[in-house]
């Protein structure tokens, strides 16, 4: 009965036990070569959704580690290769959110212990699903119906829970718990689905709080996360959001119509916006493509459960 509580998602589970089970055969294995070396959290940044799938590794490290793991933020842009890497200090390798560029997992399986995938983006499933391209020490759970937080979420708690895992501050468990709220709603915005009424005032009050989602730049990051007050997130994003709703506004009003391919594609809204507005490029985006879609023109929305890299 603990275990279903504690799941954020009880559908798909299976996945995650039969990843559990394999990184606890793989680490049994490799238990010579791995005893004094740190796990490495790769996850993505500067991403919602990524610093929080930190935050559950965290949670669990703190509660069965003797060693600190080794975070590392990894973006889209300038991605972490093997030789970014202190190669060996780490045991288990965890790519989280992100699994790297093209090859990078096929790499780094061979230069570390094992490496576990927890990652529900599209462009994951096209690189890794082809099981016969990975090792035997690779373990991925790679979930389009959910994100990298509340995937990350579940593997963590559920791995407290296993008989094999010494426990060592089992009161991770309630902090678990505490913040399980924070990452359904860190999900229902990365994917878009705005099915919690808040959800997006959690967004915008979080991002005016300025965290530094950088683990190396900023050693207080997942302090600062485990005391988010959902209510007190959501209560000031209500008011930035109605602030920066009024700027949307005023940029929708200067949009303009543009031919795409010399109009061979037809023509869509577009608008110029500054740098100190690329915060809300997003949401800016979205509502322009209503916008073009009402004005009877060409538009883009992000199909169902897609997650937009930042």
Aim: charged letters at 20%.
């Amino acid at each position: 009965m603990l275990l279903s509580q504690a799941k954020l998602h009880n559908n798909n589970n299976n996945s995650i036990s039969n990843a559990i089970n394999m990184s606890m055969k793989n680490k049994g294995n490799n238990n010579n070569n791995n005893n004094h070396c740190s796990p490495a959290i790769l996850y993505l940044y500067p991403c919602l959704d990524g610093v929080f799938a930190a935050l559950a590794a965290h949670l669990y490290f703190k509660a069965t580690s003797l060693l600190s793991p080794l975070f590392f933020p990894n973006t889209v842009y300038n991605p972490l290769s093997a030789e970014d890497l202190p190669l060996n200090e780490i045991g288990d390798l965890y790519l989280l959110d992100f699994v790297g560029p093209d090859g990078f997992v096929q790499e780094i399986s061979t230069k570390v212990p094992r490496v576990i995938v927890l990652d529900h983006h599209k462009s994951a499933l096209e690189m890794l699903g082809n099981e016969a391209s990975l090792g035997e020490n690779v373990v991925k759970v790679i979930d389009m119906e959910r994100s990298g937080a509340t995937i990350a979420f579940d593997y963590f708690k559920d791995k407290i829970l296993s008989p094999d895992v010494a426990v060592k501050h089992p009161s991770v468990h309630e902090e678990f718990e505490r913040v399980r709220q924070l990452f359904l709603y860190t999900e229902d915005g990365d994917l878009w689905r705005w099915r919690f009424p808040n959800s997006k005032a959690f967004g915008s009050g979080l991002k005016d709080l300025n965290i530094e989602f950088d683990a190396r730049k900023n050693p207080s990051l997942f302090d600062q996360l485990l005391s988010l007050d959902l209510d007190n997130i959501i209560s000031k994003g209500k008011l930035s959001l109605s602030d920066k709703q009024k700027l949307i506004d005023e940029y929708l009003r200067k949009s303009y119509e543009i031919a795409l391919g010399n109009a061979e594609f037809g023509h869509c809204l577009a608008v110029n916006v500054d740098t100190v507005f690329s915060e809300l490029r997003s949401e800016l985006g979205h509502q322009l493509a209503t916008k073009s879609q009402k004005m009877n023109l060409r538009y883009v929305f992000p199909p169902r459960n897609y997650s937009l890299y930042p």
